[in-house]
């Protein structure tokens, strides 16, 4: 037999025996751990999952959570994934939630990658690129060889993002790992 067949199948196997017996599925895989708890780390946890503070500060961010005490709850599922439930106050709006009616967003399809001007995507907009390079002069560019990227949305909307940018990139500060294992002795 050869070795991915024989792998599939002990998959299978395994895959419907978890399906068919709960008690099994709990000896051999991890349950869910709560890591945050009303903005609380539960230390515990985390040794117990073998998670430092900054996978768990990582986790949040990709999330779109940079703060801790925005959290309800932050659960690690049995997948390796983090959960992450927002405190009510800090969830946003919607405007389903006011009533409101929205326009159709789409996808954004990008015109110009990195200065060269992508003509079949312009194309398949309707678009021609003397409309691309007067968009781009208004927005102060010369021509594409100056942009990163650009991209249109859906309303006809451009985007650009400068090939030379002259934003110095921010720092996210990170603790040694070593040093600040949650449970490791101090």
Sequence with gaps: ???????GLIHFIVSQAFIRTRVLERLLTHSPAVLVQNGTIIKSNL????????????????????????????VLEPSGNLSVLDKNQNLP??????GLSTQYKGLA????????VQRKELASLHLTEDWLIRELKSNGYS???????????????????????QLPPMAVYHYSRARYFVGAAS
Excluded at 1 to 6: A, D, I, L, T
Excluded at 52 to 65: F, G, I, W
């Design 47 to 74: 040794f117990r999952n073998r998670y430092t503070v900054d996978n768990l500060l990582s986790r949040l961010r990709e999330k779109d959570v940079f703060d801790l005490s925005e959290v309800e709850f932050a």
């Design 93 to 98: 709006v919607t405007p389903k939630d006011l």
């Design 1 to 7: 037999m050869e070795p991915s067949v024989g792998l």
């Design 143 to 165: 021509g594409p060889d100056q942009v990163f990227l650009a991209m249109t949305n859906t309303q006809g909307e451009l985007y650009v993002s400068p090939i030379n940018a």
């Design 109 to 116: 399809t990008p015109v110009v990658i990195e200065g060269q």
